[in-house]
């Protein structure tokens, strides 16, 4: 059985965790999806670094919403130099899903971009442990998680 760590933060303005684990667990069955919550973004690579030495994680997502100001940004950042320390620390993937606070003006389309992107990095992370020929594939298609996909450039 493969680990997967997942940790959300409550700063969040929706569930990003739920929609990930739904999307992963909807492509394999062979997962124990351990899952934790902190406060907020620059909290991230200390508790994906704890699931990977202490709980054992093979890949983690780090699931974060930073607001619209600049502090905001650049705590968002500071969690991504964070977490790619930890990655390299660690030798494993952690995929970063943030969706920033103004990516999206109408609250619903920011809900449905959120979780989207969330459920695409859940799948992502099926692949990357299961299934990384998939991802093969799909290079240079131009995917994008949470949007349409911008697709390949023409002359090829």
């Known amino acids: 059985m493969r680990r997967v760590g997942v940790v959300d933060t409550t700063f969040a303005r929706a569930d990003l965790a739920t929609a990930a684990i739904t999307a992963l ?3 394999a069955t062979h997962v124990r999806v351990v899952r934790r919550t902190v406060p907020g973004i620059k ?4 508790a994906c670094k704890k699931l990977i030495e202490e709980e054992g994680a093979e890949l983690v997502l ?7 100001n600049p502090i905001d940004k650049q705590c968002a950042h ?14 494993t993937h952690i995929l970063e899903v943030f969706v920033h606070a103004d990516e999206e003006s109408d609250e619903r389309k920011l809900r449905a971009l959120a979780l989207g992107r969330a459920r695409e990095h859940g799948i992502n992370a099926y692949r990357l442990l299961f299934r990384p020929a998939e991802l093969t594939k ?5 995917q994008r998680e949470g949007h349409a996909d911008a697709g390949p450039l023409a002359g090829g």
């Open 25 to 27: 667990q909807e492509h």
């Open 43 to 46: 909290d991230l690579p200390v």
């Open 62 to 68: 780090a699931l974060g919403m930073p607001g619209p």
């Open 78 to 91: 500071e969690a991504t130099l964070g977490l790619q320390q930890v990655q390299l620390a660690t030798n």
């Open 138 to 142: 799909l290079a240079g298609s131009g």
